[in-house]
Nanobody, 122 residues
Framework: EVQLVESGGGLVQAGGSLRLSCAAS????????IGWFRQAPGKEREGVSC????????YYRDSVKGRFTISSDNAKNTVYLQMNSLKPEDTAVYYC???????????????WGQGTQVTVSS
């Protein structure tokens, strides 16, 4: 059974940091791209960052470049999203997802975690 479990969300002041974790099981991690998405109330789910597990290439949406870093620990089958210099507009539920393609489109990812809330206060 494919399973993705996020953790690490919470409440932080603007300018603070959080590290999200996505623990994967039930599939061969090496063959998939792992993406982080977020969804704020009343807004569509948007891609934040993605990592290619085949060659480790990383991708970011423009609004988080220089602030967020995606990484993976192969031994732990876990992908991380380090989020620094957080802004109130980063407030959302953050999801990790597994898919066959590096993409920022949610429809390209077939397996999803349950999400973790990130709230950034001003």
């Amino acid at each position: 059974e494919v399973q993705l479990v996020e953790s690490g969300g919470g409440l932080v002041q603007a300018g603070g940091s959080l590290r999200l974790s996505c623990a994967a099981s039930g599939f061969t991690f090496d063959d998939y791209a792992i993406g982080w998405f977020r969804q704020a109330p009343g807004k569509e789910r948007e891609g934040v960052s993605c990592i290619s597990r085949s060659d480790g290439s990383t991708y970011y949406r423009d609004s988080v470049k220089g602030r967020f870093t995606i990484s993976s620990d192969n031994a732990k089958n876990t992908v991380y999203l380090q989020m620094n210099s957080l802004k109130p507009e980063d407030t959302a539920v953050y999801y990790c997802a597994a898919g066959e393609l590096v993409s920022f489109r949610a429809t390209d990812f077939g397996s999803w975690g349950q999400g973790t809330q990130v709230t950034v206060s001003s």
